[in-house]
């Protein structure tokens, strides 16, 4: 089964916006959540990551909301920039990192 | 300072043919991740090592795939006696520590 459910698929937003992906997961033992970034044709690269000891984390434009009791957390990106229009995947990990479980992605269009 | 490198970058096999992915680690990092990604998929997880050791495999095939990080050289990822299913790209990651994973720009794999 999908250990990593990631909401919406797609999302349009306009220049200035802010764009929201949420990811939801069932496993109490995951307690490492990074969120990569994916342009066509090339690897992910890590954008920003959480541990469950923090409700939110900042980095620049983007930030990670966690919240531990409903199992979900969510990438905000503030100031959407049509740079930023890629494929945006969660993931999560245990504490010894053996493996890593992937969302199935949002493709992010930020229109100019 | 060269990040993950992976090659070939795209390959080409007709079926019942060998495949043999490369990937380097970025300098320092003793820790590789394998992961297959179909079109407009996520990320699965394949396989962890660490120098000569097979810590996780649970995401491989049973039969025809195997990995391997030696002492010395590239992480090889080998598919034996391909399959159109087969087809996708094939991606490792490298870690320091385990959790922060940098992702090679990926090897496309096409089974005629």
């Known amino acids: 089964q999908q250990q990593v459910k990631q909401s919406p698929q797609s999302l349009i937003v306009q220049k200035g916006g802010i764009s929201i992906i949420n990811c939801a997961y069932e496993n109490t033992a995951f307690d490492y959540f990074p969120w990569y970034q994916q342009f066509p044709g090339k690897g992910p690269a890590l954008l920003i990551a959480?541990?469950?000891?923090?409700s939110e984390k900042k980095e620049g434009r983007f930030t990670i909301s966690f919240n531990k009791s409903a199992k979900q957390f969510s990438l905000h990106i503030m100031d959407s920039q049509p740079g930023d229009s890629a494929t945006y995947f969660c993931?999560?990990?245990?504490?010894?990192?053996?493996?890593?479980?992937f969302g199935s992605g949002t493709k992010l269009n930020v229109k100019p | 300072n060269a990040g993950v490198m992976q090659n070939p970058r795209h390959l080409v096999r007709r079926r019942g043919q060998e495949a043999r992915l490369r990937c380097s680690p970025m300098k320092g990092h003793s820790h590789v991740y394998w992961y297959r990604q179909l079109p407009e998929e996520g990320l699965k997880f394949m396989v962890y090592l660490q120098k000569e050791n097979i810590i996780d495999e649970s995401g491989m095939p049973k039969e025809r795939f195997s990995a391997e990080f030696p002492k010395e050289g590239p992480s090889i990822l080998r598919i034996q006696q391909v399959v159109r299913g087969d087809s996708a790209a094939y991606f490792c990651?490298?870690?320091?520590?385990?959790?922060?994973?940098?992702f090679g720009p990926g090897t496309r794999l096409t089974v005629t």
């Open positions: 993931a999560a990990s245990g504490h010894n990192f053996n493996k890593f479980y």
């Open positions: 990651a490298s870690s320091f520590q385990g959790y922060e994973q940098y």
């Open positions: 959480i541990r469950p000891d923090v």
